[in-house]
């Protein structure tokens, strides 16, 4: 009780620095009961742990701090071990979750996004992703009669971002959907996650579309069925962490730890009651004024994990997009 | 002048495959006399040549297949020998022949549009070009104090290819001009040349705009102010040539040097005249079918070369974007 | 016969710049009768042209210009469709002929070499291949129990060229096998040849090793079984093309068509005759001395060329160099 | 006091795990007052920090867990600024430091070692900053005459790691000094350290040379003078950190905070004395298990910070390794 009674406090404290709604829920849920607005169920299959979280009402979307919408999890822990079959399956589970969401008919056309900086390693998902879709827009305008009637028109860009470009994304995606006129677009982005277990791991599907940036608390314009006029989901994957968070989950558990231990009534016992935020943040301060400031981390084998995920999720997208096409055929197809 | 007449003929036989309005001129000029709609003048400064071409009639433009324009090559050679004050001569020389074209004001925004595809070493210039420009439109729009009043507001995409994201490029930058409306826009791209010494040494700047894979025969929807509303400069450089044209200029001069040794009236005089163009065309199709077909080809060391013009092109479109402003400024920035 | 004629002084004309033996062959055939020391040999197979040359004695060695020995040609022009069962096959052949000429026992071990520049496209081929390579000599050194019977040790480098590390690649190599002692080195490379087509379609496996930069006419260390002290097979891939040899192929043919058609005792015949090597010369020299210079080119695709190829060579190495090791095993491994 | 005495024990427990001489003395210094065979001093700069260890004895060897010799280590957090003028002012601290180190005489000759995997981007320094040595060992003993008098023979090597190479890296090192007898090594590698500020910002000179992967635990054969023959001097930046550093340094400062405010005698005094190794060490595996693993993490800016601390390593290098050489000439020279 009393722990959770400090967590209620260190809720407000934490700036909650994810752009997993499954972690915003959790987070959340952990000091709080009042549910209302905010759905959720998980199933686990082939060792890949799926949660559906539906944010319902304003009043949810501020408990979380995450749009209404939909917002699908897929926790393959399983990548890191680089099986491809497993994979495989990874690629087919995300087909089918955003099959779910997308809605898609016969003609349908369907735009592409790579959000994200391909200068920087563990920014550069979306580009990567976009590299390895099967991109058939033009095919079908220009030569109809050679392409299989199971094939969607897709397109695709990589617009960068507002460093490299000086124009906010969305803003180059708004112009390019007046022009292409898509029946939904895609947007894949690199996002920050609380735990670096997930980091490329773990895939978010949303309906509400994102913020680039979010994750890092910059105020920005959204990429959404709003802005864009259509049908807009996103699909996100961890990348990076940020090192406060490791400090943070750090002292939680001490904390926690040492709670458990004491007899209620007892000096100790008061003195971790008495702790009261601005206690604590001095505390989480100095540890990040002195080492870690506002840092960002990314595991050192960013490189490989974001070639693997970036894979995963193209495959997906292709099985997705197309109807009945194999992955074999899509691989050749990019070939 | 039979050579003239045999020449003649020649050049309706060769499909001109160069994306330069000097070289389309000169070989047009080379058969023929009449230069009506087509003026030229060229001077020489510092080892480098300023040639400037004027398209200036509907018939000028049937002549050397270029739209009606003006078009200013600056040939400089000496960029092979890699000396960084030559270079940064030739920035310069950039800088004040756009700045000449394009006709700012204080307020005016730009946006700069690499072409072609990262991917394909040879076709990377625009891309590169971006990379290496002072993107400041999104500075000055969050916090325009801390931005000098000698800098305009500059913008930048690479929009990539049509067979990678499956939308015609005219139609992205179409989109992104309607929503950012700058006064002009500059697109940067690789061409082809029918000469090997002008890859990677030869700028060609132009106010009619380009068409993407136009030197490489495709029918394709322009970029130029038609088709994007805004002035547009479209700056090239050569980095391929056709295999064919190698071989192609070759025979040329052999049967040139032929020509001038044959005595009128003999026999061999007669053959070189009675050798009509599918005659010619066999041979020409023997070499390209056996070992060349549609062969596109680059210098071994494409990689340095296209490094090396797109800082000298990024340099002087930094120089010429914004009012006094140096290259070590322009340079400290990127940093 | 006056061509065969003719022909004879060009050769000595022409440098020969050629790196692969199938090439020097042909062209010293085309004017010569007398084969002695030279072997020649070849079929067909599922679309794959495989000619084994074999320079048999120093007389064989002079005529060719290449060290005596067994040059294996695999010509698969399919590989340009980029079909992956069609690519499998060329492996699986590389692999067979590899195998025959290494004669590996179960305990032998084998560095594998990739030579050239990894920042130049067209000369990275032996450092991609290198990349794909399935190393295994420290795992058997350090946990043996968990490697399968069937690998054998390999171990790998890529050392670089002479412009970026100031050593000869010979005695890198020979430093290297110095201290890990291979039964066998096999060294990858990317050669020049005479034809455009053979760009990244034909393999070249020989037992005399290899000679940095000798198709490029270079005075070079070789890196053989003399210099290193053991078997040394060489694995090359044509890259790049000389721009003179376009020109001087385009020459040759169309020289040849006039030779067919002109009528002996004329006085066109006797021009012909009469062409000596220094005014042929002195025509090619016009072209290449105006527009190419020593210039070395390569095909446009150059990036798709290397890739492909590269992955097909270190297939075929991982089959060669273990026991009944399928592809999808070795890719499991690589992965 | 206590405290003291409570870290004392925490000290035998935490592995410590940071290739910084300084940081590995400030850790024992925190829990030991007999610093007998570790001397230090330190001055600042320019607002470079510059701090010389001396390891003197065995016993200093033990104490610290490095080996005997010269640690000299440059701090200049302003490198992260992006200021090129304060750039140049470290490189030329680092190439003073590194001449007090080497002792060269006019012709001395020098072998650059770049360790570290090229794939990896936070452990790709060591090839990034051979790519930008002035190498000139081929051009002295090629065309000595074209060469200045200030040059000396400067060679350079990448040769990769244990996982691509399957050769122990000491091996291949050793394998080229054997043929090239350099009079000393220069060893470039990525180190782990305990603090993220120091990230690409901290440079390590130290004349023990280096154990590869020493930092991050695993027991390897050394880069150094004994086993190459020569005198080794390895330069390194710490690029990444554990992510258990991160949360240990956060318990420990909790812990810190929790004992100042303890009462002597109270329940919770007892038990804070009372805590004992094996409990932390759980609490700390608790947040290890679940969330980091063996986790060795990078700022997710990783890719710039390498490719500034590369430029600024290898411009001081260029300095030390030649007389009286500018940057600018070195540059030049590089071009």
Chains 1, 2, 3, 4 share one sequence.
């Not at 699908?72 to 099959?99: C, H, M, W, Y």
């Not at 400031?293 to 997906?316: F, H, M, N, Q």
Request: charged letters at 25%; aromatic letters at 4%; a negative charge.
């Amino acid at each position: 009780m009393e722990t959770l009674h400090y967590h209620e406090e260190v809720k407000f404290m934490t700036s909650i620095r994810t752009d997993l709604a499954l972690e915003a829920r959790e987070l959340y849920g952990q000091q709080n009961e009042d549910m209302a607005g905010i759905e959720s169920e998980s199933y686990k299959e082939h060792g890949i742990e799926i949660t559906r979280v539906r944010i319902t009402s304003p009043n949810g979307e501020k408990k979380v701090g995450k749009p209404m919408g939909n917002y699908i999890t897929i926790e393959a822990a399983g990548i890191r071990e680089r099986n491809p079959e497993f994979d495989e399956i990874v690629s087919q589970k995300l087909s089918d979750e955003t099959k779910g969401l997308l809605d898609l008919n016969k003609n349908s056309n369907v735009l592409v996004v790579g959000l994200g900086n391909w200068n920087i390693t563990p920014d550069s998902l979306g580009p990567k992703v976009v590299d390895r879709i099967m991109v058939t827009r033009h095919i079908l305008e220009l030569i109809p009669d050679q392409v299989d009637e199971r094939v969607r028109a897709v397109c695709a860009i990589a617009p960068g971002v507002l460093g490299i470009t000086g124009i906010e994304t969305v803003e180059i995606i708004k112009g390019v959907v007046d022009r292409v006129k898509p029946d939904a677009v895609i947007v894949i982005d690199a996002l920050a996650s609380r735990k670096t277990h997930r980091i490329g791991t773990t895939i978010q599907i949303a309906d509400s579309g994102i913020t680039p940036g979010s994750g890092i608390g910059n105020k920005r314009m959204g990429i959404n069925q709003e802005t864009l006029g259509v049908k807009t989901i996103a699909i996100g994957v961890p990348m990076v962490v940020y090192a406060h968070t490791i400090g943070r989950d750090s002292l939680d558990i001490i904390i926690r730890e040492f709670s458990n231990q004491a007899t209620p009534g007892t000096e100790f016992y008061k003195m971790l009651k008495g702790m009261d935020q601005s206690q604590l943040d001095a505390m989480v301060n100095q540890v990040l004024s002195q080492d870690m400031g506002d840092l960002v981390v990314t595991p050192k084998e960013v490189d490989i994990l974001i070639d693997d995920i970036a894979r995963i999720i193209s495959d997906g997208l292709n099985l997705a997009l197309h109807d009945n096409i194999s992955l074999e055929e899509s691989r050749r197809f990019m070939h």
